[in-house]
């Protein structure tokens, strides 16, 4: 039996209807200084992961029938020991990434870092558990403030803001990675159980420190170093300009100078009051936060700390995706009410003896839960942006680590030495901080948003409240200058680099 050949059928398309297509798909391309980004971002997810691992560890009964139940203060100093050798490092990480490149110190603290979680990890004793955290802030502060500036250096202008963002994402990530992996194994008897997440960290800080040195070097430090052409290699593998690299370079000052001493200040204090406000204590001692709430099992505590973690990664995302769209001066505002009136409740809560009924135990979960949302959702992302617009780009990095790492190891040392004496007074300070962050942004803050560089100057000149008070005092008008005015155009790096910041990625 002979069967007829099927009849081949030709469909022709003309190039000028598949053109807009293939125009389409060509700008979808992702670009490529999008890899070494998301790579680099995995420190910040170490960092995370630290913090939503090392609350349920320390309460986790195997650690306790090994180590037994730590006393306040060893809790607060075994918690917050990473965080003052992070802060002791970060001091001179600024210097050695200037010296050896961006990527190499990363590589060299994540190094670090897998050294320190390597020997707590193997601990059978408390000191050498301590040594371990140690070390493991040491190499912390090494790199987490380098990842910030690489990932600024390497980001095209108008996609920076979402770029740097993409960190805070790997962070809140990590924290849920924490959480859940306590919450599973808990459930194994012996020490794998707290040794497993320590030595999970160890593997990712190795992989980082290895992949990180295959990226390209910052076109910003190569051309610091004097390696022009490196640094326009570097910069056409990456998709930026150079020109715009050598722009940038030159319109960057130092950090304390006068004419940006005050904005300078500004950025360092909402970095500080970001840990202030109390989410440090909310993520490091969620487990047992919740436990106070009325979550008596183990178990519940860890499970609800780890829906909190992926409360974090949602709106974190959603947060990137609107950033350049919402108005900075209202998120923080708004934010800041939100989050002091959490706090605030809270601590009335437990003064008043409320917390001990049914529905004030719930009510407290429900506002831990809002408080988490409310700061997910505004200052987790828009403080690393204002900080960025205001502040100049050379030594930025350094700052605000050494900043977020003072007032993140007193409150991580501090909070639980504080619950002991006073279930109440830790929410009342985190509010009372939060208010008084609210009365600065109102005086202080301009929008930023979209702004040139002189509208910016002005916006720090002449909001609304400062007017007010100025006719009040008698002195609008033809007064006295702010020091910010007197820039004279010579300019922030990083005031939004143009007129407007892309919108998305």
Known sequence: MQFEPRPRIQVQVSSSSTAPLVRALKNKRIPNYVWPTLFTALGGFLWGYDTGSIGPIIVMPQFENQFGTLSAIVQGLFVSSIIATAALSSVGSGALSDRISR???????????????????????????????????????????????????????????RAMTTVQLFNTTGVA??????????????????????????????VLAIGTPFFEHSPHWLLSVGRSRDAEAAALRLGLQLAEVRKEDEQAKELFAPDVRFRTLLGLFLMGMQQACGIDAVLYYAPVLFKQAGLSTTTASFLASGVSGIVMVVLTALSQVFQDKWSRRTQ?????????????????????????????????????YIFIAAFIS????????????????????????????????????????????????????????????????????????????????????????????????????????????????RGLENALEGEKEAAAW
């Open 103 to 161: 990527t190499y110190t990363i590589a060299l603290g994540a190094f670090v870092f897998s050294i320190g979680c390597a020997v707590a990890c193997s601990a059978r004793a408390l000191p050498q558990l301590f040594i371990g955290r140690c070390i493991t802030g040491l190499g912390q502060g090494i790199y987490i403030s380098s990842i910030t500036v690489y990932v600024a250096e390497i980001s095209a202008a108008t996609k920076r803001g």
């Open 177 to 206: 990675a924490g959480y859940f992996t306590c919450f599973g194994t808990v459930r194994h008897a012996g020490s794998i159980s707290w040794r497993l997440p320590l030595g999970l960290q160890a593997v990712v800080a190795i």
């Open 332 to 368: 923080m505002i708004g934010g800041s009410s939100v989050i002091a009136g959490c706090m605030l409740v809270m601590g009335s809560l437990y003064v008043s003896n409320a917390a001990q009924s049914p529905a004030g135990k719930r009510t407290l979960i429900a506002l831990i």
């Open 378 to 489: 505004s200052w987790a992302v828009v403080i690393h942006v204002i900080a960025s617009e205001i502040q100049p780009k050379r030594t930025r990095a350094s700052a605000t680590s050494l900043a977020q790492c003072a007032v993140n190891w007193v409150i991580a040392f501090s909070t639980p030495l504080f619950l002991k004496r006073s279930s109440s007074g830790p929410y009342f300070m985190f509010g009372t901080c939060t208010l008084l962050t609210v009365l600065i942004c109102l005086v202080f803050q301009p929008e930023t948003k979209g702004l040139s560089l002189e509208t910016l100057d002005q916006g720090f000149e002449d909001t609304k409240l400062q007017k007010a008070v100025k006719r009040y005092l008698g002195r609008g008008g033809g007064g006295s200058q702010s020091v910010l005015a007197r820039e004279n155009g």
